[in-house]
């Protein structure tokens, strides 16, 4: 850094702070909105709490892939913003200093940032979703120690069905038991317990010993009359069920590494609908990794407010921008991975015709002496703001007249 001039210094210290704020407040709503949903499935299927932070653990790459240019986009316009409502830009522009030269240091930052968006779009995200999947698929199969759920019926293996009151000791010491067991002869145990624990067995390590105390079972068995046994202490086998092994990686597009996307696209076994899959993606990474690249003149065109003005239209309009772009990169990934549209037209056409309007909003502000690529709606926000005010003024007048 110290090679660099104070100029370039000063501005990287105005993009560093805003930029990496922004990436961790996006990052943590969207992490934090997850966590919700992921909570309620996790307590749906009666796993462990531990799991909900690996799930959200493997989602950060693909949170991180939409925080970043967020991030990169809001510090550079926030710190030319500062410049510019400080007159400070006017005097870099006096002493000969262009938008251009300005952006030297924010271009470095873009570069090592689409490198590094690039690495996790093509490796770390399809390769997180795999084993979020994973943790999904070993939730629901009970390979996680999935617990009892209280004051339900859990069926075990189709022949086994057993009801608890209360639960402790995250789930080992049970109170309060109702448990019907089915034998493969027709005789059906009816067996009610105080409590229960279950315990493991060091040589078999697919079979778990229920221990009930204090308890009774009633024997029905074909053509027999039932029989009421009391017991003290009764153990109950329980055979834990297969726990089936997860897929290979790959069974989604999403899980596939960019080169593996490009084999598959000029693939001749691959079947239609994978390459129309496969191609969707691999484009949709690329233009999302490619608009980073235009970010920071997007930035400094809604980061300069009118002369004496210190409006923050620009701020809003910029999260819009990008928000509304990256949806319409979703919908025609989607399109076009159906086969209705070519990539090349669902997704870089849009590509195109924002970086024209980017471009065209920064030769207006760098090139056009008063140039304001957003003037009009600044006229517009600020009547609207000057009729809201006359209108909330008359309101307050009414009311301390009628008072």
Same mark, same amino acid.
């Given at each position: 850094?110290?090679?660099?001039p104070?100029?370039?210094?000063?501005?990287?210290?105005?993009?560093?702070?805003?930029?990496c704020g922004?990436?961790?407040i996006?990052?943590?709503?969207?992490?934090?909105?997850?966590?919700?949903?992921?909570?309620?499935?996790?307590?749906?299927?009666?796993?462990?709490v531990s799991?909900v932070?690996?799930?959200?653990?493997?989602?950060?790459?693909?949170?991180?892939?939409?925080?970043?240019?967020?991030?990169?986009?809001?510090?550079?316009?926030?710190?030319?913003?500062?410049?510019a409502?400080?007159s400070?830009?006017?005097?870099?522009?006096?002493?000969?200093?262009? +938008?251009?030269?300005l952006?030297?240091?924010?271009?470095?930052?873009t570069?090592?940032?689409?490198?590094?968006n690039?690495?996790?779009?093509?490796?770390?995200?399809?390769?997180?979703?795999?084993?979020?999947?994973?943790?999904?698929?070993?939730l629901?199969?009970?390979?996680?120690?999935a617990s009892?759920?209280?004051?339900?019926f859990?069926?075990?293996?189709?022949?086994?069905?057993?009801?608890?009151?209360?639960s402790?000791?995250?789930?080992?010491?049970?109170?309060?038991?109702?448990?019907?067991v089915?034998?493969?002869?027709?005789?059906?145990?009816?067996i009610?317990?105080r409590?229960g624990r279950?315990?493991?067995?060091k040589?078999?390590?697919d079979?778990?010993?229920?221990?009930?105390?204090?308890?009774?079972?009633?024997?029905?068995a074909?053509g027999?009359?039932?029989?009421?046994?009391?017991?003290?202490?009764?153990?109950?086998?329980i055979?834990?069920?297969?726990?089936?092994?997860?897929?290979?990686?790959?069974?989604?597009?999403r899980?596939?590494?960019?080169?593996?996307?490009?084999?598959?696209?000029?693939?001749? *076994?691959?079947?239609e !609908?994978?390459?129309?899959?496969?191609?969707?993606s691999l484009?949709f990474?690329?233009?999302?990794?490619a608009?980073m690249?235009?970010l920071?003149l997007l930035?400094?065109?809604?980061?300069?407010p009118p002369k004496?003005?210190?409006?923050?239209?620009?701020?809003?309009?910029?999260?819009?921008?990008?928000?509304?772009?990256?949806?319409?990169?979703e919908?025609?990934?989607a399109?076009?991975?159906?086969?209705?549209?070519?990539?090349?037209?669902?997704?870089?056409?849009?590509?195109v015709?924002?970086?024209?309007?980017?471009?065209?909003? +920064? #030769?207006?502000?760098?090139?056009?002496?008063g140039?304001?690529?957003?003037?009009?709606?600044?006229?517009?926000?600020?009547?609207?703001? !000057? #009729?809201?005010?006359?209108?909330?003024a008359?309101?307050? *007048?009414?009311?301390?007249?009628?008072?």
């Amino acid at each position: 850094m110290k090679s660099l001039p104070a100029i370039d210094r000063y501005i990287f210290r105005l993009v560093l702070m805003p930029m990496c704020g922004v990436f961790v407040i996006a990052a943590s709503l969207l992490v934090l909105d997850k966590m919700l949903k992921l909570f309620d499935f996790v307590a749906t299927e009666g796993g462990p709490v531990s799991v909900v932070f690996r799930m959200l653990a493997n989602l950060l790459p693909e949170y991180a892939s939409l925080a970043i240019p967020l991030g990169l986009l809001l510090g550079i316009l926030l710190a030319f913003r500062k410049l510019a409502t400080t007159s400070e830009l006017d005097t870099m522009r006096a002493v000969g200093l262009s +938008y251009t030269r300005l952006l030297r240091v924010p271009y470095m930052i873009t570069l090592v940032l689409a490198a590094l968006n690039l690495v996790i779009v093509s490796y770390l995200q399809p390769l997180s979703r795999y084993y979020y999947e994973q943790l999904q698929f070993e939730l629901r199969s009970g390979a996680l120690g999935a617990s009892i759920k209280v004051g339900e019926f859990t069926t075990l293996q189709d022949k086994m069905a057993l009801r608890i009151e209360q639960s402790r000791e995250e789930g080992r010491q049970l109170i309060g038991i109702f448990a019907r067991v089915a034998s493969p002869k027709g005789q059906i145990l009816s067996i009610s317990a105080r409590e229960g624990r279950f315990l493991a067995l060091k040589d078999s390590p697919d079979t778990i010993i229920l221990r009930l105390t204090d308890g009774q079972i009633v024997q029905d068995a074909p053509g027999q009359a039932p029989r009421v046994l009391s017991f003290t202490r009764h153990d109950l086998p329980i055979d834990l069920p297969a726990v089936e092994e997860f897929r290979q990686r790959g069974g989604k597009e999403r899980e596939y590494f960019l080169p593996e996307l490009l084999r598959i696209t000029w693939s001749d *076994r691959a079947s239609e !609908k994978l390459k129309n899959e496969s191609s969707a993606s691999l484009n949709f990474r690329l233009v999302e990794v490619a608009m980073m690249l235009l970010l920071p003149l997007l930035a400094v065109a809604l980061a300069i407010p009118p002369k004496r003005s210190t409006s923050a239209l620009g701020l809003f309009l910029s999260i819009v921008m990008v928000v509304a772009y990256h949806k319409v990169n979703e919908y025609g990934m989607a399109v076009s991975a159906l086969g209705r549209v070519s990539p090349l037209l669902a997704l870089w056409g849009p590509f195109v015709l924002f970086s024209a309007l980017i471009l065209w909003m +920064y #030769w207006r502000i760098a090139y056009v002496p008063g140039g304001q690529p957003i003037g009009a709606l600044e006229r517009l926000a600020d009547n609207l703001g !000057k #009729w809201g005010r006359k209108l909330a003024a008359r309101f307050n *007048r009414n009311r301390i007249a009628g008072a």
